[in-house]
């Protein structure tokens, strides 16, 4: 789904963002954690059984990481950052096209930045006129 979002519609979805974001991180985190576990522990290096049975649950976790990124990412919000925490709602100013930005630990949309700025361009939402922003 593609819609350019007002700043009253990415802070009023904002909560069930965080939280589909909060499940990529976790799902990653498990991604991670099978991973190192199939790579250190030498039961996975010394029977076939036990290497295949973990591989399934890696595959499992990676097709889950990847169906949650595409869940977050079907409600037209970007994912910029995972580790960062970085996420941004396609927005117009001036029919010019922007990004709202969040980042993880805000409770609500405080920052915009141009198209090709990214996360260093941030500016504070008060530097623009919010009847400019649709």
């Known amino acids: 789904m593609f819609s350019h979002f007002t700043l009253d519609q990415a802070n009023k979805i904002l909560p069930s963002i965080i939280e589909k974001f909060d499940r990529v991180v976790s799902m990653k985190d498990q ?17 076939f059984k036990d290497y295949i049975i973990k591989k399934q649950e890696l595959n499992s976790a990676i097709t889950g990481f990847y169906k949650s990124i595409e869940d977050l990412e079907a409600t037209g919000v970007s994912i910029k950052s995972i580790d960062q925490g970085l996420m941004d709602f396609p927005s ?9 930005c969040w980042k993880r630990g805000e409770t609500e949309i405080k920052f915009w930045h141009g198209k090709e700025e990214g996360f260093n361009g941030r500016k504070p939402i008060e530097s623009i006129d919010l009847e400019k922003l649709r």
């Open 92 to 100: 117009l100013m001036f029919n010019e096209e922007i990004w709202l």
């Open 31 to 47: 991604v991670i954690k099978i991973q190192s576990d199939l790579e250190s522990n030498p039961k996975y290096m010394t029977n």
